[in-house]
């Protein structure tokens, strides 16, 4: 299971960078992907990085402004994110999935799921 850390409350246009850590087993699966669940919607996509062809892929809405890391001699993956919008509002969580390739923002698969890291940024 993942451990999340690093949110809190941001100001808009502020910057944040979240981390989290896993046992290695789960760190040594192919993709690690971040998500995020704002009140009221559905927990979407936000960021991955496969080990299996060092591919990451974004989402639209975050493209630019955040960007995702990882650093296994300590078993951290991380996410910066700058320039955070109210829209950047939630839970932020990330998971591991077990398949090669490029990685992908759905979360059918992704295993690990940790309790999430609050971000709040305000206007």
């Known amino acids: 299971q993942f451990v999340e850390s690093g949110g809190g409350l941001v100001q808009s246009g502020g910057s944040l960078r979240l981390s989290c850590t896993a046992s290695?087993?789960?760190?040594?699966?192919?993709?690690i992907g971040w998500f995020r669940q704002a009140p009221g919607k559905e927990r979407e996509g936000v960021s991955c990085?496969?080990?299996?062809?060092?591919?990451?892929n974004y989402a639209d809405s975050v493209k630019g402004r955040f960007t995702i890391s990882r650093d296994d001699s300590k078993n951290m993956v991380y996410l910066d994110m700058d320039n955070l919008r109210p829209e950047d509002t939630g839970v932020y969580y990330c998971?591991?999935?077990?398949?090669?390739?490029?990685?992908?923002?759905?979360?059918?698969?992704?295993?690990?799921w940790g309790q999430g890291t609050q971000v709040t940024v305000s206007s």
């Open positions: 998971a591991a999935l077990n398949s090669r390739g490029t990685c992908r923002l759905t979360q059918f698969g992704y295993l690990g």
């Open positions: 290695e087993e789960m760190l040594n699966l192919w993709t």
């Open positions: 990085s496969s080990r299996s062809d060092g591919s990451t």
